[in-house]
C-alpha cells in the first residue's frame, strides 16, 4: 500500500504554509450565501444558548480554557 493515504494527504493540504499572497486571497475571500447563513444561525444559537452578556463571557473563557487544555494533551501516534 503507498504511503499516501487520505489522511496524510489531508495533512499536507490543511497544515502547509501558506505563501503571502494565498493568506491575503484566502481572509479577502467573500462569504457565499450559504456560509454566511451559516455564521448566522451560530450566532442565534449562541446568544439564545447564553442570553446575557455574562453568560456569553463566561463561556467563551471556558470554551478558551477548555481548547488550551486540549491542545496541550498528548497526541497519538498516527497507525501505520
Known amino acids: ?10 495533512s499536507a493540504i490543511t497544515e502547509r504554509s501558506l505563501t503571502p499572497e494565498e493568506f491575503d486571497a484566502w481572509v479577502n475571500a467573500p462569504l ?3 456560509e454566511r447563513e451559516e455564521i448566522l444561525s451560530l450566532i442565534a444559537w449562541f446568544c439564545r444558548r447564553y ?8 463561556a ?3 470554551m478558551t480554557r477548555d481548547a488550551l487544555r486540549l491542545r496541550d494533551l498528548p497526541r497519538r501516534p498516527a497507525s501505520p
Open 51 to 58: 442570553p446575557t452578556p455574562l453568560e456569553r463571557l463566561d
Open 32 to 34: 457565499s450565501p450559504h
Open 60 to 62: 467563551s473563557r471556558r
Open 1 to 10: 500500500m503507498s504511503g499516501n493515504t487520505p489522511s496524510r494527504s489531508a
